[in-house]
């Protein structure tokens, strides 16, 4: 199985619902006609067959529907066949099963008697959502089936907040399937005592099951499948409620560690009302949505205000004589729910008790955290409350030289020291990957070698990176942790929030290796894996390199998990535009972080934080629990066809390719060798494995489609995308622009992004077609795209005047005492970065120390910080930029630099 058939299986499901429909019309119509055709009759079989081990797992159509369907195929009424089928494909294209009665009929004429058309249907009720619950029984048949929904039936009230329907699976591998491919499912209640395997033969859904569910049939006993199961489905999907109905000691089972994640333990023959309650509660739990809830009955109250916000209630807009149309754009919720009070039922953001607190806590669960907080001025404050709370003047952070420039201005404010290590450079893209494991071990090594490793306060990372490197999350806390074990992490997952609601993306995420992290250190076989590793190795011995390139272990007994990440929820969920959240899962946060968390929270955060932001913030934790499975998956399966296409299409790929694992990833960081995810060859199998042994894997929602070899530089192709065609994207470099699959994403979006790939394509033949001069043109233009591209300058050092000891071999630096000299005019100048005076002072001296951060977009990152010496490589890349964008660099003044007589007038305490 590829990766594309695993994340397109809905896809698929549709796609094969449709191309049943359209062969039951067809020879529909051939036997209405009085013709024989006996290859379309064995098409349509054929079809109709492979729909059996799908409709398995879905509660509609469902078995039962779908036999009917066989039915009237095999009785040969090929009219009414057709019919159904045709019913059914509407049903599932537009979702009418969750609303009315008329998909769940094969006939016009809905039933009363025996129907299978649940009551609620009949009111008509549709702003009750509607959810699948899987039942793993193995002693039902299709009409023991509908007798318990008929008895799941008779226990729904009017008031009931939810609708549902009862899928049946009888197997160990079926539910596991069933979690995977459905999802509808919210619920699943597992029935003591079935059998392992599947009825089907599916090996690629066996694949799939064994990647994720770790249980052998051999070794495990049949009383313990249902407790093995719960795990199991809790490692594909957190978020769902399980439930055991069992008729052994259910006080004993209850209690059991194997128990954890059985939401609740049922003696199943007396049971069933609580049951249905509970399946309720569970998803009630879920949709809760405090904020919102509570911001939404206070926007319906007649509300006096005599306060600071004249919007609020709108009346100042909907009186206007001017600005009326603000009011018809917006509509008139949004002013009715625009309020700067935190009393009637709302709370404070800066101190949250209420609705605010629970909504954190529930974010917390969603997210795999111990405690999660709303930002509502973006995840650059979100790094910077982060930075602050864990960071004292002096402290050293490692840190990606190319990360946000949040981060920067966050030691800045928290007088951290950074020490910039280096990613992997991608010259021929203009842009950077993620810094090698190797790299950070290395910069540990050298601080602990010079006595400074009590002074490394954190690692921090971008992950995933805006071009789509993920780091192994797990691997490099792991062995940051063998050098220093209370080492803490930040994980910038600015672009990352959605990574969580997918099973494959969730060990890469900082809340979802933590857990990992922990059952592993407090396992017997990690002892005994660390006791072997503390043999062989000995006392760690900063000198010896060859640790460089062993994987190390930390000491169960010392070790601390300490992980931070923050995320820029609007950018890959349904929040507001600034809306982003932090995520703490830290075992000193309470001892350590809790108070100056709360201080550096105070610090960066608005009095005046915007309720519409954090109550979508609260809305995009509902929707990820409830249906963020289903979106992530579409996400990657769009992405993943969109690759496919482009690179695989003869017009297109002569001029556009999105580039590869194997383009992003160098062979080194990548030891199973998978190299493309659209290669027929590279198994689902394959993928996992990648993506949990390889140091880093390519997000395949991230495409960086290479447009230098159409003749376009990044931002001029960004730009006819968006004039021309409205394609709207965001970064670009030299020869490439990034397109960022997400969950707003459809099918007709992503065929349309293909279509103007391919108009591009054919006008460049015609352009090029027989005209000499043009064709010259043309290949020169993407010779200087491709081939004459600057290389990439590394980060170089900080002038002594900012370094403690300048002696030693480390790199870290006070870029807050470099910042603040450029707040003294007399102390600074201005040069010409293609001057001469550059030139000899680059050669002879005195050294040129930048007093800015100078940060050119694209590619986005700084080259040159506060307090760093400029090099000739950085002024070479400068000076080959051809963006119209260079922020902290005025091209008419020049680049702005530390005086050297001030730098020598710089006194810092040395080291001893």
Same mark, same amino acid.
């Given at each position: ?46 079809? $109709? ?130 979690? $995977? ?152 919720? $949004? ?14 953001? $800066? ?46 952070? *490692? ?182 959240? *932090? ?330």
């Amino acid at each position: 199985m590829s990766v594309l058939d695993f994340f397109n299986v809905a896809t698929n499901r549709m796609d094969g619902w449709n191309a049943l429909n359209n062969a039951a019309v067809k020879l529909s119509h051939a036997k209405a006609s009085g013709r024989e055709d006996t290859d379309l009759e064995e098409q349509v079989k054929a079809l $109709l067959e492979r729909r059996e081990v799908f409709e398995s797992f879905w509660a509609y159509p469902g078995l039962a529907l779908y036999k009917e369907v066989v039915d009237l195929f095999k009785e040969g009424d090929y009219t009414g066949f057709a019919q159904a089928v045709d019913r059914i494909t509407r049903g599932l294209m537009s979702g009418a099963y969750r609303r009315g009665p008329a998909a769940w009929n094969l006939t016009e004429e809905i039933q009363d008697e025996g129907s299978r058309v649940p009551d609620y249907y009949e009111r008509r009720d549709v702003s009750r959502p509607y959810f699948e619950v899987l039942i793993v029984d193995d002693n039902v048949n299709l009409q023991q089936q509908q007798r318990v929904r008929d008895e799941l039936k008779a226990l729904r009230r009017p008031e009931d907040p939810f609708i549902y329907e009862a899928v049946f699976v009888p197997s160990f591998e079926d539910a596991v399937a069933g979690v $995977l491919m459905n999802h509808n499912a919210q619920s699943v209640v597992i029935y003591d005592y079935f059998p392992f395997e599947s009825r089907y033969d599916m090996q690629d859904l066996r694949e799939r099951i064994e990647r994720f569910v770790e249980h052998d049939p051999d070794t495990l006993a049949p009383e313990s499948y249902g407790t093995a199961l719960a795990d199991g489905i809790h490692k594909i999907r957190p978020e769902l409620d399980i439930f055991l109905m069992t008729d052994r000691r259910v006080e004993e089972i209850a209690g059991q560690a194997t128990a954890a994640h059985i939401r609740r333990v049922f003696y199943d023959v007396e049971e069933l009302n609580e049951l249905h309650l509970s399946i309720l509660d569970g998803v009630s739990d879920r949709y809760k949505t405090p904020h919102f809830s509570n911001l939404e009955k206070f926007s319906r109250r007649p509300i006096g205000t005599f306060h600071a916000l004249p919007i609020a209630r709108g009346k100042s807009i909907f009186k206007s004589h001017w600005i009326k149309d603000m009011g018809h754009f917006y509509g008139t919720n $949004l002013f009715l729910a625009e309020t700067s009070t935190t009393a009637g039922g709302l709370d404070s953001l $800066l101190e949250p008790k209420g609705n605010i607190k629970e909504a954190h806590a529930l974010t917390a669960r969603a997210f795999g955290s111990e405690h999660s907080f709303f930002v509502t001025n973006g995840t650059s404050t979100a790094n910077k409350i982060v930075v602050q709370a864990l960071c004292k003047p002096g402290d050293i952070v *490692i840190v990606d030289r190319n990360c946000h420039k949040s981060h920067h201005y966050g030691f800045v404010v928290a007088g951290a020291q950074p020490y910039y290590v280096e990613a992997y450079p991608m010259i021929e893209y203009s842009m950077y990957g993620g810094v090698p494991l190797r790299t950070i071990k290395k910069a540990l090594f050298q601080l602990q070698a010079e006595g400074k490793l009590d002074k490394v306060k954190m690692v921090l990372l971008t992950n995933c990176t805006f071009d789509g490197h993920i780091y192994n999350v797990k691997r490099f806390m792991e062995e940051c942790l063998a050098i220093k074990p209370d080492l803490v992490f930040l994980w910038d997952e600015a672009w990352y929030a959605f990574a969580r609601f997918s099973p494959l993306y969730r060990g890469r995420t900082a809340m979802g290796a933590v857990p990992w992290l922990h059952e592993r250190y407090s396992s017997p076989e990690y002892r005994d894996e660390y006791e072997a590793f503390k043999k062989k190795v000995g006392k760690i011995d900063p000198k010896n390199e060859k640790l460089l390139d062993m994987h190390l272990l930390p000491d169960p007994d010392k070790v601390r998990i300490r992980a931070y990440s923050t995320h820029s929820t609007h950018k890959s969920l349904s929040a507001l535009r600034q809306g982003s959240m *932090i995520h703490v899962h830290d075992e000193d946060y309470e001892a350590l972080v809790h108070e100056p968390f709360e201080e550096a929270f105070m610090t960066h955060t608005s009095t005046s934080p915007n309720a519409q932001i954090i109550a979508s913030l609260d809305l995009s934790r509902r929707q990820v629990e409830l249906e963020g499975y289903e979106l992530v998956r579409e996400q990657i399966a769009l992405a993943l066809t969109l690759r496919n296409e482009v690179n695989n299409n003869p017009l297109i790929s002569k001029y556009f390719r999105i580039l590869t694992p194997a383009e992003m990833v160098p062979d080194e960081y990548r030891g199973t060798g998978v190299k493309d995810y659209g290669d027929l060859s590279t198994s689902w199998s394959d993928v996992v494995d990648a993506w949990e042994e390889d140091e880093f894997v390519l997000d395949p929602t991230r495409l960086t489609l290479v447009c230098g070899t159409a003749g376009y530089d990044g931002t001029s192709f960004k730009t006819e995308l968006m004039d021309k065609y409205d394609i709207q994207l965001n970064k670009t470099s030299r020869n490439s622009v990034l397109f960022q699959s997400n969950i707003n994403n459809t099918r007709s979006a992503t065929s349309y992004v293909i279509s103007t790939l391919a108009q591009i394509a054919a006008d460049l033949d015609k352009q090029l077609e027989g005209d000499t001069g043009a064709a010259k043109g043309f290949q020169a233009r993407v010779k200087s795209l491709m081939e004459d591209v600057p290389d990439l300058p590394n980060f170089s050092r900080f002038h002594d005047a900012f370094r403690d000891d300048p002696k030693g071999k480390t790199l870290e630096g006070h870029m807050r005492d470099g910042y603040f000299e450029a707040y003294v005019p007399e102390d600074c100048d201005h040069l010409a970065i293609n001057s001469k005076e550059m030139d000899d002072r680059l050669e002879k001296g005195p050294e040129v120390v930048s007093a800015n951060f100078v940060i050119p977009y694209p590619p986005g990152f700084p080259i040159m910080v506060p307090g760093q010496v400029v090099t000739r490589e950085i002024i070479d890349f400068m000076l080959k930029l051809d963006v119209k964008e260079i922020h902290g660099y005025n091209k008419d003044a020049g680049l702005k630099i530390i005086k050297p007589e001030v730098l020598k007038n710089i006194k810092r305490p040395q080291a001893a």
